[in-house]
């Protein structure tokens, strides 16, 4: 029997992640919400009148993919744009429908942390652990 490959920090943690996410795409699904319009929607909650080169930029997709986005939005009734016209400085925001879609997907985020906290309790706390010390600029 062939001596299995050294442990790989990189392909474990992108192992963990397409599981999590698969169970977060599912878990967003009867939302409506994908994982993109999740993060979306939330940037625009989190920075009311963000601009779409700022909104993109963030989100790591092209400015007319968050035109795109934004405007599948508005139609939904999930975010207003009072942009005035075409080149003006938007002014982008949650409206109460896109807020209570944000706080359903929260409550399913909670959820799946609970299960995988429970799942994988070891796992989690190294992340919570890691990630407190990167946000206090700790090495």
């Known amino acids: 029997m062939p001596e299995p490959p050294p442990f790989s920090p990189t392909i474990a943690l992108l192992t963990i992640s397409r599981v999590w996410e698969s169970a977060f795409v599912d878990a967003l699904k009867p ?12 940037h625009v909650r989190g920075n009311p009148g963000i601009s779409f080169s700022e909104l993109a930029r963030r989100s790591r997709i092209t400015v007319q993919s968050a035109h795109a986005a934004v405007a599948s939005f508005v139609e939904a009734g999930l975010v207003e744009d009072a ?18 879609l944000l706080g359903r997907a929260t409550e399913v985020v909670a959820e799946l942390d609970a299960r995988f906290a429970v799942q994988y309790p070891e796992l989690t706390e190294a992340l919570r652990a890691h990630m407190t010390r990167i946000m206090s600029g700790s090495p």
């Open 31 to 42: 939302l409506g919400l994908t994982t993109r319009k999740f993060g979306l929607l939330g």
């Open 83 to 100: 942009t005035a016209h075409a080149g003006a400085a938007s002014t982008l925001q949650v409206t109460p429908e896109g807020e209570a």
